[in-house]
């Protein structure tokens, strides 16, 4: 993705084929992320999205340009200096590589800075979270284009209905991956019940109806476990899965989200009447209970009826569990401990005993009781019964 918009936008995509099979590099320029510069030697070294490393060859003839994030062309880029680059940016060596693809002796070095993506970024999860709806593909209507999703709010289960156009912007994860700009473009026959899907739009007069310009698919997997041993070094976390005991191994990239779930947090929290989860069992997105910062609503509070209230008629959809766990401060994996209840996030990978995360919080346990729907009387607990019938859907993150 961004190698595609970055190239694009340069005009460069049709005319230079990728070399090696690495799509960040042609014969013409390589594109990546400056991750060491050498003013001495005037050279910097970049990493690509694929991960081959490049070194750029700088002379006095090479000349720079900065361009803003979202510019199509070069008409509005501004010139800088060999002084204004920084580690972060990111550039397109612009000359000719080498045959082995390691170097590039670059005529003109095109740079979005390190600052200007992160406040682009920014406003993009901004304007996923205030246009965004988050759910579970329930049903699909091909005849008609029509997606419906569950949408699991603080209120209750809601159905929501998302009918697609040609002008939709549909992209999919791929398997084993775990970044939301890497999603491929898709079509509405990769659809299946039980993916999840986050979809940027408009809401209608008709809360249950969500008019998409994007959306985001892909078939998850999400398991609940206790931590046996952990490797920082590898980035692997090992576990025993709640339900079946099964060993797993989740694997943890450098775009891998790992949050803490707070004990207090769950506090105020019960069981509702008839077994169901509580108040803060909703299903996607959401702060928890209270829509001023993410605290909890208290346990004593008048239950709200179907489709009332946040996330019902009227509401927010947007307002329920996962936007309160995406904003939960981040965690590294040196923070999880042996012996935590974590819930992991994975697409569905070749391997079904090693997933790589996309998104896990640890602490799990107070939020898998919070969601457990009460047992059958002489019925044993089952730690894992919340999982299923949670609503917990953030394996699609955001920009």
Same mark, same amino acid.
């Given at each position: 993705?961004?190698?595609?918009?970055?190239?694009?936008?340069?005009?460069l995509?049709?005319?230079?084929?990728?070399?090696?099979?690495?799509?960040n590099?042609? %014969?013409?320029?390589?594109?990546?992320?400056?991750?060491s510069?050498?003013?001495?030697?005037?050279?910097?070294?970049?990493?690509?999205?694929?991960?081959?490393?490049?070194?750029?060859?700088?002379?006095?003839k090479?000349?720079?340009?900065k361009?803003?994030?979202?510019?199509?062309?070069?008409?509005?880029?501004?010139?800088?200096t060999?002084?204004? /680059?920084?580690?972060?940016?990111?550039?397109?060596?612009? !000359?000719n590589?080498?045959?082995? /693809?390691?170097?590039?002796?670059?005529?003109?070095?095109?740079?979005?800075?390190? !600052?200007?993506?992160?406040?682009?970024?920014?406003?993009?999860?901004?304007?996923?979270?205030?246009?965004?709806?988050?759910? &579970?593909?329930?049903?699909?209507?091909?005849?008609?284009?029509?997606i419906?999703?569950?949408n699991?709010?603080?209120a209750?289960?809601?159905?929501?209905?998302?009918?697609?156009?040609?002008?939709?912007?549909?992209?999919?994860?791929?398997p084993?991956?775990?970044?939301?700009?890497?999603?491929?473009?898709?079509?509405?026959?990769? /659809?299946?019940?039980?993916?999840?899907?986050?979809?940027?739009?408009?809401?209608?007069?008709?809360p249950l109806?969500?008019?998409?310009?994007?959306? &985001?698919?892909?078939?998850?997997?999400?398991?609940? *476990?206790?931590?046996?041993?952990?490797?920082? %070094?590898?980035?692997?976390?090992?576990?025993?899965?709640?339900?079946?005991?099964t060993?797993?191994?989740? &694997?943890?990239?450098?775009?891998?989200?790992?949050?803490?779930f707070?004990?207090?947090?769950?506090?105020?929290?019960?069981?509702?009447?008839?077994?169901?989860?509580?108040?803060?069992?909703?299903?996607?997105?959401?702060?928890?209970?209270?829509s001023?910062?993410?605290?909890?609503?208290?346990?004593? %509070?008048p239950?709200?009826?179907?489709?009332?209230?946040?996330? *019902?008629?009227?509401?927010?959809?947007?307002?329920?569990?996962?936007?309160?766990?995406?904003?939960?401060?981040?965690?590294?994996?040196?923070?999880?401990?042996?012996?935590?209840t974590?819930?992991?996030?994975?697409?569905?990978?070749?391997?079904?005993?090693?997933?790589?995360?996309?998104?896990?919080? %640890?602490?799990?346990?107070?939020?898998?009781?919070?969601?457990?729907?009460?047992?059958?009387?002489?019925?044993?607990?089952?730690?894992?019964?919340?999982? *299923?019938?949670?609503?917990?859907?953030?394996?699609?993150?955001?920009?």
């Amino acid at each position: 993705m961004k190698t595609f918009f970055f190239a694009a936008a340069l005009g460069l995509i049709t005319l230079f084929a990728p070399q090696g099979g690495d799509p960040n590099i042609t %014969a013409k320029y390589a594109l990546g992320e400056v991750k060491s510069i050498d003013a001495t030697a005037k050279q910097l070294t970049i990493k690509t999205d694929a991960g081959s490393t490049v070194t750029v060859s700088l002379s006095d003839k090479t000349t720079y340009k900065k361009l803003a994030p979202g510019e199509t062309s070069l008409t509005n880029a501004s010139d800088v200096t060999f002084a204004d /680059l920084a580690e972060g940016d990111r550039i397109m060596a612009r !000359g000719n590589v080498a045959a082995d /693809l390691k170097s590039v002796p670059a005529l003109m070095v095109i740079v979005m800075t390190k !600052g200007d993506l992160a406040k682009k970024a920014d406003a993009e999860r901004a304007e996923w979270r205030r246009r965004g709806m988050l759910g &579970v593909i329930t049903a699909l209507k091909p005849e008609t284009k029509e997606i419906t999703i569950s949408n699991r709010t603080m209120a209750g289960t809601q159905s929501v209905v998302i009918p697609v156009t040609d002008k939709t912007e549909l992209r999919r994860y791929a398997p084993d991956s775990i970044k939301f700009a890497d999603a491929k473009p898709s079509d509405f026959g990769e /659809l299946k019940v039980g993916d999840q899907l986050r979809a940027l739009g408009d809401r209608t007069e008709d809360p249950l109806r969500f008019n998409p310009q994007k959306v &985001v698919t892909g078939s998850f997997r999400t398991v609940g *476990g206790v931590v046996t041993a952990i490797d920082p %070094a590898t980035g692997e976390i090992k576990i025993n899965e709640l339900e079946k005991k099964t060993p797993l191994t989740i &694997v943890i990239k450098q775009d891998a989200v790992l949050r803490r779930f707070p004990s207090e947090m769950g506090m105020g929290f019960g069981p509702r009447p008839g077994g169901g989860p509580g108040g803060a069992a909703g299903g996607q997105g959401g702060q928890g209970g209270s829509s001023g910062g993410g605290q909890p609503a208290q346990g004593n %509070a008048p239950q709200r009826p179907q489709g009332a209230g946040p996330g *019902g008629p009227g509401g927010r959809p947007g307002f329920n569990i996962n936007d309160m766990l995406e904003r939960l401060p981040t965690i590294s994996i040196a923070d999880v401990k042996v012996g935590d209840t974590i819930i992991v996030s994975s697409t569905q990978g070749v391997n079904p005993t090693r997933l790589t995360a996309i998104s896990l919080v %640890a602490g799990a346990d107070t939020l898998l009781a919070m969601l457990a729907p009460r047992p059958q009387a002489g019925q044993a607990p089952n730690p894992a019964a919340g999982l *299923g019938s949670s609503g917990i859907s953030f394996g699609i993150g955001l920009p």
